[in-house]
């Protein structure tokens, strides 16, 4: 898990953040930037460069290694209190709050600017970039491909993604995006994984998720990852998050991911709700009249 870094912001001095930039910069290059060309990257004098590196490996945010040169890379906490800064400078944010989600691919923390936003880290390519690289020779590093830039351009993805969607389709309202962080509005409720429908509920708020799910199709996505776990439900109705994996309507595997989403959700009412869902409700067919932008109501696909 990678620690929270918020708390270190207010101790940092601006030449910190040059040599955390300086260490990004030649993390370009290769996944281990050598000591000598810090002053460069960072535009800090040689002791500067010493002076910093000091202060970032003690708090956690880069990483030394010697092998054939005396090398450093940023660690995850660094890129963090790269974008965190950002944000902050750029008047995004202006608090930092309690974790609202904890994944294997992201954690989501509470921020405030007037009011309460969440902030998601893309932590994409992280586990298994550290498997695959641990024992390799960090000379040879022609291929390399880093996690800052899958996490990146995770973000970048689903932001772009939450722009073109938003307001036409329920999902959170995208605020702003640096490096692999994004900033969207705080939803209310909980996720429907969590929330136990009242009868006469049921139907209606399955096919409020499916209409979301032809709208989303009507303006050029597939989620690609739908499920209980990527939906809240409010007093207000539902809200469809977690786009970074969506794909395009003209994506060669597009029905197929349509065809899935709805099997997830459909599969999870039924199972659910077992008394509530009509057998004759087919995902397939529900997914076939969405491609045909005939979607009117669940059952009426029956
Ligand atoms: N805008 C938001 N408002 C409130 N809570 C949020 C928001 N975005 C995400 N969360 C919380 O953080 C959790 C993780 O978010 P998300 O699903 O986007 O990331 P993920 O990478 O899929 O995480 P996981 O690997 O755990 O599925 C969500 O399940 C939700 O509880
Ligand atoms: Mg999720």
């Given at each position: 898990m990678v620690r929270n870094v918020a708390g270190l912001l207010p101790?940092?001095?601006?030449?910190?953040?040059?040599?955390?930039?300086?260490?990004?910069?030649?993390?370009?290059?290769?996944?281990?930037?050598?000591r000598e060309k810090l002053p460069k990257f960072s535009s800090l004098t040689e002791e500067e460069v010493d002076y910093r590196l000091e202060r970032c490996l003690k708090r956690g945010l880069v990483e030394k290694k010697t092998i054939q040169y005396e090398g450093y890379t940023l660690q995850f906490e660094g890129y963090?209190?790269?974008?965190?800064?950002?944000?902050?400078?750029?008047?995004?944010?202006?608090?930092f709050g309690s974790p609202l989600g904890v994944g294997k691919e992201s954690d989501v923390y509470e921020v405030r600017s007037y009011k309460p936003l969440a902030l998601k880290y893309h932590r994409e390519g992280y586990t298994n970039f550290r498997e695959v690289h641990k024992e390799r020779d960090y000379t040879s590093d022609?291929?390399?491909?880093?996690?800052?830039?899958?996490?990146?351009?995770?973000?970048?993805?689903?932001?772009?993604?939450?722009?073109?969607?938003?307001?036409?389709?329920?999902v959170p309202r995208p605020i702003g995006q640096n490096r692999h962080a994004i900033v969207m509005e705080k939803m209310d409720g909980v996720e429907l994984s969590q929330t136990r429908l009242e009868d006469e509920q049921i139907l209606g708020v399955l096919d409020l998720l499916v209409s979301e799910i032809a709208r989303a199709y009507e303006h050029g996505y597939v989620h690609a990852d739908m499920s209980e776990y990527n939906v809240f439900v409010s007093e207000d109705g539902i809200k469809i998050f977690d786009w970074p994996q969506a794909v395009p309507t003209d994506h060669e595997n597009a029905s197929e991911f349509l065809r899935r989403d709805l099997t997830n959700i459909i599969g999870y009412f039924r199972r659910k709700y077992p008394q509530h869902i009509p057998d004759d409700i087919e995902s397939d067919d529900v997914a076939e009249s969405i491609a045909a932008n005939s979607?009117?109501?669940?059952?009426?696909?029956v």
């Amino acid at each position: 898990m990678v620690r929270n870094v918020a708390g270190l912001l207010p101790e940092l001095e601006e030449e910190d953040f040059y040599l955390l930039s300086g260490v990004e910069q030649g993390m370009r290059f290769s996944e281990w930037v050598q000591r000598e060309k810090l002053p460069k990257f960072s535009s800090l004098t040689e002791e500067e460069v010493d002076y910093r590196l000091e202060r970032c490996l003690k708090r956690g945010l880069v990483e030394k290694k010697t092998i054939q040169y005396e090398g450093y890379t940023l660690q995850f906490e660094g890129y963090d209190i790269l974008a965190l800064r950002a944000l902050v400078e750029q008047d995004t944010i202006s608090e930092f709050g309690s974790p609202l989600g904890v994944g294997k691919e992201s954690d989501v923390y509470e921020v405030r600017s007037y009011k309460p936003l969440a902030l998601k880290y893309h932590r994409e390519g992280y586990t298994n970039f550290r498997e695959v690289h641990k024992e390799r020779d960090y000379t040879s590093d022609n291929d390399h491909v880093s996690w800052m830039y899958t996490a990146r351009k995770a973000a970048e993805r689903e932001h772009g993604i939450l722009e073109e969607l938003y307001p036409d389709v329920s999902v959170p309202r995208p605020i702003g995006q640096n490096r692999h962080a994004i900033v969207m509005e705080k939803m209310d409720g909980v996720e429907l994984s969590q929330t136990r429908l009242e009868d006469e509920q049921i139907l209606g708020v399955l096919d409020l998720l499916v209409s979301e799910i032809a709208r989303a199709y009507e303006h050029g996505y597939v989620h690609a990852d739908m499920s209980e776990y990527n939906v809240f439900v409010s007093e207000d109705g539902i809200k469809i998050f977690d786009w970074p994996q969506a794909v395009p309507t003209d994506h060669e595997n597009a029905s197929e991911f349509l065809r899935r989403d709805l099997t997830n959700i459909i599969g999870y009412f039924r199972r659910k709700y077992p008394q509530h869902i009509p057998d004759d409700i087919e995902s397939d067919d529900v997914a076939e009249s969405i491609a045909a932008n005939s979607f009117e109501t669940v059952t009426d696909t029956v």
